[in-house]
Nanobody, 123 residues
Framework: QVQLVESGGGLVQAGGSLRLSCAASGRTFGRSAMGWFRQAPGKEREFLATINWSSDIIYYVDSVKGRFTISRDNAKSTVYLQMNSLKPEDTAVYYC????????????????WGQGTQVTVSS
């Protein structure tokens, strides 16, 4: 099994950047696809990006293409989400998740979830 802990959230000015980290424990990390989601108050959890175990399959939702970058360091058992050009609309709780599905893009395809980290973007 995999346990995930997000960090790196906080308050940032519009146009600024944040890098979220997701530290994973468990020996299955290397074969797991990883994803990032976010959820704003009153909204459904939104898929953002996914990356497979070998980092050769990467997919982003349209709203973050060109601004967010997902990456992973299997040696450190860590997944990252680099967020640039942040907008107030990006304000949400951000979640890291792990899946054994090859290309998971929806929440039910993920098996393990972190606790979330708050990102607030001021105008």
């Amino acid at each position: 099994q995999v346990q995930l802990v997000e960090s790196g959230g906080g308050l940032v000015q519009a146009g600024g950047s944040l890098r979220l980290s997701c530290a994973a424990s468990g020996r299955t990390f290397g074969r797991s696809a990883m994803g990032w989601f976010r959820q704003a108050p009153g909204k459904e959890r939104e898929f953002l990006a996914t990356i497979n175990w070998s980092s050769d399959i990467i997919y982003y939702v349209d709203s973050v293409k060109g601004r967010f970058t997902i990456s992973r360091d299997n040696a450190k058992s860590t997944v990252y989400l680099q967020m640039n050009s942040l907008k107030p609309e990006d304000t949400a709780v951000y979640y890291c998740a792990a899946s054994l599905t090859v290309r998971p893009t929806i929440a039910y395809q993920y098996d393990y979830w972190g606790q979330g980290t708050q990102v607030t973007v001021s105008s």
